[in-house]
């Protein structure tokens, strides 16, 4: 087995399991096949992926990503948006049998869509989280909706009260709503605000694009924990991290 070097000075970095320093994959499909050698590579740096949207539903090769990602000691994390259509369904006693069987061990509660009340998602949090590990998201996935760092913060803070491991800040796959401008830069204040209220630790930052991550990663350190990254960038965000790229290399 290969090991890294270790002969320069680089950020302390946390190393697996993790609780801090988080990188939260978005998994879109990629065959078993690639996942592998995505995984030989970058598995120790991959701690949650996220199976997106409804793809877990779909995916006749379910049983063999999953026991790929457990041989790597990666969690693996359904995502909000095919939770959010069971509970308005009525399904979620057959979703969570079924993710249960299917060795899941996380589930994203949302409310992206925005079909549910504030109340009934904290009771979803604090139900759920009997279970399964909670990440318990923020914010709408409409663009044109107003952003309000009072009402992300207030659920922030209820969904953790109810159980919530990591609360999730919404940026989406795009880069371009919630946390972000239209243009994709950062909602400075409303990153502030949030990290005033809650602790950062237990957040984990949506940023898809390296520009948002080398913000992240400039202002609250290596360990900073960041989400939806793609799965062809997770070697190269490590490298943001501890300053092996230009955007976040610094004198000794």
């Keep these: 087995m290969w090991d890294c070097p270790s002969f320069l000075r680089l950020p302390a970095r946390t190393s697996k399991p993790r609780s801090t320093g988080l990188t939260h994959v978005l998994d879109k499909g990629i065959p078993p096949a690639a996942l592998e050698g995505v995984l030989s590579s970058g598995g120790a740096y991959i701690d949650i992926v996220k199976i997106g949207w409804g793809i877990g539903y779909v995916d006749r090769g379910l049983k063999q990503r999953m026991a790929v990602y457990q041989d790597a000691g990666v969690r ?9 259509i069971a ?9 969570t049998a079924w993710a249960t069987g299917a060795g899941i061990e996380a589930l994203e509660v949302s409310n992206g869509l925005g079909w549910l009340e504030p109340d009934h998602k ?10 399964f590990v909670v990440l318990a998201e923020a ?11 009072a009402e992300w913060t207030r659920e922030m803070t209820g969904d ?4 919530a491991v990591w609360v999730i800040a ?8 919630g946390l972000y401008e239209p243009n994709g830069t950062v909602r400075v204040g409303l990153v502030e605000e949030l990290v005033g209220a809650v602790p950062v630790e237990r957040i984990i930052f949506e940023a898809p694009t390296k520009a948002q991550q080398t913000w992240f990663v400039k202002r609250f350190g290596a360990d900073v924990n960041l989400g939806n ?13 501890v300053g ?4 976040t290399a610094r004198l000794p």
């Excluded at 953790?160 to 159980?163: C, H, I, K, S």
């Excluded at 793609?230 to 190269?236: E, I, W």
């Excluded at 092996?244 to 955007?247: E, F, H, N, P, V």
């Design 244 to 247: 092996l790229r230009a955007d």
């Design 76 to 84: 693996v994390c359904l995502g909000g948006t095919l939770l959010e």
């Design 229 to 241: 990254i793609a799965m062809d960038d997770v070697l190269a965000l490590e490298t943001l991290r």
């Design 139 to 149: 914010g709408m996935k409409d663009a044109a909706l107003p952003v309000a760092a």
């Design 122 to 131: 904290q009771r979803l949090v604090a139900e759920l989280s009997r279970d």
């Design 87 to 95: 509970v308005a369904q009525g399904k979620l006693p057959a979703l």
């Design 170 to 177: 919404e940026g989406r796959e795009s880069g371009t709503v």
């Design 160 to 163: 953790l009260a109810g159980g």
